[in-house]
Nanobody, 130 residues
């Protein structure tokens, strides 16, 4: 069964850090471009960071640039999102997605992204609050 499972979300104070993990089962993650997306209540799902399958090139949304880092460990079939200097506006459900045909940065900026990528995880909630 093809599946992505996110973990690592939780409650953190402003300025704190979290590391999200996205682990694949049923398919080799290194053949896929991977993205992290987030959706806050009442807002559309937006691309946060994406990493390509080929040369490891990355994309970051302006709102997270310099604070978040995406990385992949193909041996563990896992992609990570290290989130530092968290702000209340980072509060959202974070999803990872995989697509064998997607390119970076297109994967992160395409409209209606929830309809256009192959595999999605179930999401993990990140709450930044004091």
């Amino acid at each position: 069964q093809v599946q992505l499972v996110e973990s690592g979300g939780g409650l953190v104070q402003p300025g704190g850090s979290l590391r999200l993990s996205c682990t694949a089962s049923g398919f080799p993650l290194d053949y896929y471009a991977i993205g992290w997306f987030r959706q806050a209540p009442g807002k559309e799902r937006e691309g946060v960071s994406c990493i390509s399958k080929s040369d490891g090139s990355t994309y970051y949304a302006d709102s997270v640039k310099g604070r978040f880092t995406i990385s992949r460990d193909n041996a563990k079939n896992t992609v990570y999102l290290q989130m530092n200097s968290l702000k209340p506006e980072d509060t959202a459900v974070y999803y990872c997605a995989a697509d064998i045909w997607a390119t970076v940065p297109a994967m992160c900026v395409m409209p209606k992204v929830d309809r256009n990528l192959e595999v999605w995880g179930q999401g993990t909630l990140v709450t930044v609050s004091s």
